[in-house]
């Protein structure tokens, strides 16, 4: 018998990998019986603020489908930041990353191509050495039948991410401890080439602004994820 009732009772509460990939499976069974218009391919997406981990969980969780033999793949969010001369012209360079510093209408693109389940898909991934988008970077195999895409803004209502939510047949919210989101950014932002304080600067102004609009939008997950 399911662990999980049949109707989804929402929202689901998670602590491991495990327990996602046994839901994903699930639900991948369960929408392929009612779908009658986008095919066997189930999409996932994996929402959270910044450092929370979505990448590695996207990661782990495509590996464990490949593991259960569901082939899988990823198509993340971040290929489609603005680029940063874009950013310049814009005057939002300070605040990439924020919800309108990404090209919504690619993303978008990209995403439905993958729902329609019509062969492989070429989409953006993203240079985090140099901060740039990097056009035709990812590519969803054909035989995928599930592929995970994740990103801080999926679940947003506004600045055009409204049109993403129902895209995602499962839509799953990463927590994690502030005590180890934070120092793990900072991090990352000194790997990409700033200064302790820069990083510590930047995650003050921008990510955490982005933390605090993103945290809201869990209210429109299915399941939510808490590592620790």
Request: charged share 25%; glycine share 8%; aromatic share 4%.
């Amino acid at each position: 018998m399911s662990r999980y009732p049949v109707e989804y009772a929402l929202p689901i509460e998670l602590s491991t990998v495990s327990d996602l990939a046994t839901l994903v499976a699930e639900r991948r069974a369960l929408v392929a019986e009612r779908r009658a218009v986008r095919g066997a391919r189930l999409v996932v997406g994996i929402a959270g603020p910044p450092g929370v981990g979505k990448s590695t969980a996207t990661a782990a969780l495509t590996a464990a489908l490949v593991e259960r033999g569901i082939p899988s793949a990823s198509l993340p969010m971040d290929g489609y930041h603005l680029p940063q001369a874009e950013l310049v012209r814009l005057g939002r360079r300070d605040r990439m990353g924020a919800a309108d510093t990404f090209d919504v209408a690619g993303y978008l693109a990209a995403l439905r191509a993958v729902a329609a389940d019509d062969g492989e898909v070429v989409a953006a991934g993203f240079d985090r050495a140099i901060e740039e988008p990097v056009p035709g970077a990812v590519r969803i195999p054909a035989d995928a039948r599930v592929v995970v895409t994740e990103g801080n803004w999926l679940l947003l209502a506004d600045d055009g991410w409204g049109e993403v939510r129902p895209e995602l047949d499962l839509a799953v919210f990463l927590t994690v401890a502030d005590a180890i989101r934070i120092p793990r950014l900072i991090a990352r932002h000194v790997r990409s080439g700033k200064t302790p304080a820069q990083a510590e600067a930047w995650v003050a102004r921008s990510d955490e602004a982005n933390t605090a609009r993103i945290a809201p939008t869990i209210a429109a997950a299915d399941a939510i994820l808490r590592l620790e």
